[in-house]
């Protein structure tokens, strides 16, 4: 039995590079996995957005639903 030598099937996988997130509204970058960070999925593209911007667009949104539903 020979087997390739180095873990190239293993090593060079296509999934496994950790990304740093980039906020898609104001570009603020952050390295590591943020857990305040907002993630939307739109036609298969995932958004991040940071803290600030998730919370800006929250209210932002609120403030649209409550004009356009009345
Ligand atoms: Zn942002």
Same mark, same amino acid.
């Given at each position: ?18 990304e740093?997130?980039?906020?898609? *509204? ?15 999925? $739109? ?8 803290? *600030?911007?998730?919370? $800006? ?8 639903l ?5």
């Amino acid at each position: 039995m020979t087997s390739p030598p180095g873990d190239s099937d293993h090593g060079s996988g296509s999934a496994r590079e950790p990304e740093p997130l980039v906020c898609a *509204r104001c570009g603020a970058r952050a390295e590591a996995p943020q857990p305040t960070w907002a993630c939307s999925v $739109e036609n298969g593209t995932r958004y991040y957005f940071c803290d *600030r911007c998730s919370r $800006e667009s929250l209210t932002a949104i609120e403030g649209r639903l409550d004009s356009a539903w009345w």
